[in-house]
């Protein structure tokens, strides 16, 4: 049997693009001679559709896409995944489905088990779980088909609280009972830096259990916040991987499962460093087309953060598309507006240079009679912070710029930024990459000729609202504090446990009572492009209003 | 048997605080000879805790906290809710629980069934659903133990793609096959006020279905953005309210189950403009509280929105608390700032005029090189806009006062406001109020005497961002656009299905045009006040990049 692995990037609601992208590797597949293709979950509407499951008239149009993809199967078969509404009177509306279809319908409809419902995911808000349990019988081979973590019923962890064994059913068990030839796997599983090989583990795990082969199809793309890195593969039963797709981009493969017993491939490894550029570029590449946006905007500073985005953003956008804004005051050091222009040239992007000076004097003024004699503080480093935010949102709002924000993890962390100010964006590039990884992408962007001035990555970093200013006056060093963030944010670990791992009992009560502290800032960002396994957003519930001891 | 209802206030994660009131009002029980004291769902640690409950550390001290409250529980038994580990290794780690306490230590733990998921409920994130059912024996009587949502098998909905039979599993039927005497519910239902009668009616068709009493405990108070009302009862097997704890306030009852079969209590008409006015100087007065700020400001611009905000402020938080900013440019109209100044007045409240137009010139200028000669538009306005929100963000920085969010239900919909200006704030105010409603609440406040100057209710709403401008030159009237919206929003119809109810075509597409456009801008407002059952926030997760029809 020749089986087609389809890895592509679909619409969240475009069900035009969807449905076009699908039949047209169903056309390709028939005139390869494939006997069965295989796309994504959810691919028909794009996942994650969120609470647009909800809507009536969401609906009915991945069932017209639906009926549309299985008119094209005649000759061909598919398995695509979508929607389906749930029969029975009790129960949520819909089940999260693949569609086996043939002869121009669809066949069976095989649902999914374990709902994941953790992090990032809510599936239990949409979907009833699968209680029934059949395979496909199609030219000879009985096949199990699955839904993404119906193959994840055990799952390793590093978070010192959650549980191995979420879920007290397994799907695979059920289906195996059926004597299967062979799996599929439709999945929408985002990328994660720090989950390295993680994936392939849980495959390989099944493949041995179950001495069964597996076919997996993963999407690529980005949804907002989050990033899928496609990576989709076919491991034979030995837990071998005889085929594995792109990462990143959309990519198409053909297999004869004939001929996979005795393939092993090598894995290439590449560095997380790597990895987490390529997903920022996709990130932003998508954001933009997807929402139908041509052209950014952000301020440079001279700073690591700004420059580092900047890059990315060159890099997905091309850059004419790209457009700056130099914005320094009286506390900006000379090398900051050097470094600033030198990168400018080095990308060969349009920049503006616009002093603030006057402004800020001219707020000063306005708000002597209630600030009297009070005296320069955060509330004088803030305003700087919003003149410059509302700047660049000028030219945002002008030229129809969509403004980047360039806080990394660390910062947002602590809430070591201005709200309305430098926290400003449509999009925030960096808000889950730590400080720490920043200066290591700014080396890495570096490796063939120098992008990032060498200045802008050695110099000691400064938010440069107030004379001589530097971060390491009021946070720790960042190796430090992102050593303690990791631990408390990533693997949830207690402030004790933390100081039993070597860091000092101070530093580490002060991080992280700022970052408990700053919850109402981070409520109020722009949606934090996804790298990590713990990113802040929709993955991480904090209540405001919550006492922390 | 004597029953104590306890409603209390209680506050997420603050365990010294709730252990205090939980146990004092147990002693108040103990005197009073009550045989059994009930209080809400979650209790120990507050709800909803949220992702608190993934961390060790927490858990750890809900479990010291229960033990407290246990060891007091001598000479009388308790109901409490909290969270419990599940002991099973399958299955996620805790189980929602009512904790049935007798003779100082838990005698049985009942955990809860039916997990909400939808709306503002996530529970499946953090609960293993209940499987087993059993009563409690206490003083001759079997008590049917049960938590929310479990009574809340069958759900009424107005959203025409919601289904009224969620779960396959009625947890009532299985504990009324033990053959109950009465039932227990302890809750942590939250206020909307277009769900009048919907938890009496509930709590009622139990009552008739099972022919058993209900004593029914939620808590009252608001944590961050959820407001709870309290409305705790007791049902008699007939259905008749017996016994009814306040709206929005803490309260103690104490019934005695042999007396309540006659009892028949009325219940009292309240206008829904009432209800939501006590809501939101609650959710002010507990966000203020539990975040442990004092004061208050915002911009008064003579307009209705900062009016009501600014009341709803001085009787959340005294007029002591308040200090607020006018903001004139040339564009204000002269009555704007006499009823601005009319209004502190009023109220007795501090404030401080700045006229921004010296500050807007100089941005103009900076902006000048690469504006040219573009005309004035929505860049300019919100840029004013930005201002305000600049230098009354600086009175919050300098003074620690909280800045108040003044946008209402109708512009945060359609977009009608300035990011990063207007939009400011530490929480939204009326973020789930309509524009017509906001009409209806001024009304309501001028009821006794004019504290809002009747020329702000009446005169035509507008941003005053540009000459003679008006809300109706961009936007429907608020009358036709409200009732397009709540269709749209909290009843999930589509255009058409708006259309056939009488709208016009254009209008609808426009107005929902406008609400899908502007999901981004929502993303980054402050936490809203919910007091609908379809508020903006948490509970409606639409993706940003999605493609609308």
């Known amino acids: ?62 069932q017209d896409a639906l009926q549309k993809v299985a008119e094209a199967c005649t000759d061909i078969a598919a398995v695509v995944g979508g929607p389906s509404i749930n029969p029975n009177t009790k129960g949520k509306n819909l089940y999260n489905s693949a569609f086996f279809i043939s002869n121009g319908k669809v066949e069976s409809i095989h649902n999914k088990t374990l709902l994941p419902n953790y992090d990032i995911f809510d599936e239990y808000r ?35 609280f959650a549980k191995s064994e979420l879920y007290t059913i397994s799907p695979m068990e059920e289906l195996n009972k059926l004597n299967p030839d062979f799996v599929v796997n439709i999945a929408a599983s985002p990328f994660s830096y ?41 491991l034979n039963s030995k837990g071998d991987v005889a085929c594995r797709l792109k990462y990143f981009e959309e990519d198409y493969q053909v297999v004869d499962m004939n001929k996979i017993e005795d393939k092993a491939l090598e894995s290439a490894e590449v560095d997380y460093i790597e990895k987490i550029h390529d997903a920022l570029v996709l990130g932003l590449k998508d954001y933009f087309g997807k ?22 953003a060159e890099r997905a956008l091309g850059k ?9 005051s009286e506390f900006s050091s000379d090398h900051s507006i050097k470094d ?34 009070l005296p320069f503080n955060v509330a004088e480093e803030n305003i700087q912070a919003r003149i410059r935010g509302t700047l660049v949102m000028g030219l945002s709002n002008k030229f129809g710029h969509i403004l980047l924000n360039t806080s990394n993890k660390s910062e947002a962390a602590v809430g070591y930024g201005t709200l309305y100010g430098d926290m400003n964006g449509g999009l925030s590039v960096l808000g889950d990459v730590y400080k720490t990884d920043v200066f290591k992408m700014a080396w890495f962007m570096n490796k063939d000729k120098e992008i990032i001035p060498v200045n802008t990555i050695v110099k000691p970093p400064s938010a440069e609202l107030r004379p001589d200013q530097k971060d390491s006056d009021s946070l720790p060093d960042y190796d430090v504090l992102d050593g303690i963030l990791y631990r408390y944010i990533e693997k949830n670990m207690s402030s004790k446990e933390i100081i039993a791992d070597g860091f000092e009992k101070q530093t580490v009560e002060k991080a992280i009572r700022l970052v ?11 949606p934090i492009l996804r790298v990590s396994s713990k990113a802040f957003g929709f993955g991480r519930k904090i209540p405001l209003v919550a006492k922390h001891s």
Chains 1, 2 share one sequence.
Not at 517 to 525: D, G, H, L
Request: net charge negative; aromatic share 10%; charged share 25%.
């Open 126 to 160: 949409y979907f009833e779980p699968n209680t029934e349990f059949s395979l496909v019988q199609y030219k000879g081979q009985k096949i199990a088909i699955t839904v993404c973590e119906d193959l994840w019923e055990k799952q390793p962890t590093d978070n010192n």
């Open 340 to 373: 600033a222009v030198d990168l400018a040239e080095n990308l060969g992007i349009e920049y503006e240079i616009v002093n603030i000076q006057e402004i800020f004097s001219e707020f000063q003024k306005a708000l002597k009679p209630s600030f009297g004699d």
């Open 1 to 62: 049997m020749k089986i087609a692995l389809a890895q592509l990037n679909y619409h969240i609601g475009n069900f035009e693009s969807n449905t076009e992208k699908i039949i047209s590797a169903i056309e390709k597949s028939k005139k390869e001679n494939v006997d069965l293709v295989v796309f994504s979950e959810l691919a028909i509407c794009g996942y994650p559709p969120k609470d647009l499951l909800e809507r009536k008239d969401f609906i009915e149009r991945t």
């Open 320 to 328: 004419e598309n790209v457009r700056v804004l130099l914005m320094p």
């Open 291 to 312: 929402m139908g946006f041509k052209q950014a905007t952000l301020g440079l500073s001279g700073g690591i953060d700004s420059a580092v985005t900047v890059v990315l």
């Open 516 to 526: 408990n502290m700053n919850e109402y800032k981070r409520f109020q960002t722009p």
């Open 194 to 234: 720090n989950q390295k090989d993680l994936r392939t583990n849980i495959l390989k795990s099944n493949t041995e259990r179950y001495n069964l082969p597996i076919i997996y199809v993963n999407q690529i793309g980005a949804h907002t916040e989050l990033i899928f890195d496609g990576d989709s593969m076919v």
